[in-house]
């Protein structure tokens, strides 16, 4: 994904590798200093040759830095992030196959959580996919809350980039009602309507030409089916709101991340 992206916007690649400091149950075994330093020294060594090797062939001829720092992983890349102005993360989820919805890999949760700028997680796959970066469809879930205009607008440029389609899509939290309990009224079409209204806004404000699909439901199953449905290639959500339909991170993004069909773009 990234040597697509960098193709497409002729952007600089920089990779980089944390490596953990040696855990305290190790040092604190009964080693000599030197034994500690020479496993440390010959770790290290081991890392560069893997980060300067890798992806040499698929990456060449393209503009590209190779950074290795030691530390904790998922501060160290949002630190680096933040200092060199990144302006896209890309990251794997853990997982393999039928496994993958239940595992975000602790390192990704934590950068997702922290990181200023969009955070690319793509789905798993068996084998790595070859070719140019083909997006026909992006699908951003709109959650209505106040930071909803910025994931938007990042799904609109990218669809327009790639003259691709866009969709928007929003859950609402369906309304159950007993007969006669409220007259006439049908409390979801309302409901339904007013997203309607508001994410029309949402649009216009974002000078996005875009279909809607507005469903009541739970808020992951409804994207993702979605996302299934269409045949999307993204899916771009946002993040760190308290408030709205997908809460915090940690919550419904979480769970749309796992089971996404596609990759993800949190922005």
Known sequence: YARALAERYDSEILMLHVVEPIR????????????????AANRTAQARRRLENFLEAELSGRRIRRMMLEGDAAQTIVDVAR???VGLITMPTHGYGRFRRF????????????????????????????????????????DLGPQSLEPLRWAADLA???QARLILVHAYPCIEMRPGECGDRDLNAELAESVRVRLEELREQAGAKAEMVIECGDAPKVVCGAAQQHNADLLVIGRGSAAGIFGRLRTNAYAIIRESPCPVVSV
Do not use: N
Request: hydrophobic content about 45%.
């Open 83 to 85: 200092q060199e102005e």
């Open 103 to 142: 595992i975000l890999g602790s390192v990704t949760a934590k950068v997702l959580h922290d990181a200023q700028c969009p955070v690319w997680t793509g789905v798993h796959l068996e084998e790595a996919s070859g070719g140019e970066l083909d997006l026909r469809t992006v699908l951003c879930a709109v």
């Open 24 to 39: 305290y149950e190790f040092s604190a075994m009964e080693f000599g200093g030197t034994v500690l330093t020479d496993l």
């Open 160 to 162: 327009a980039d790639f």
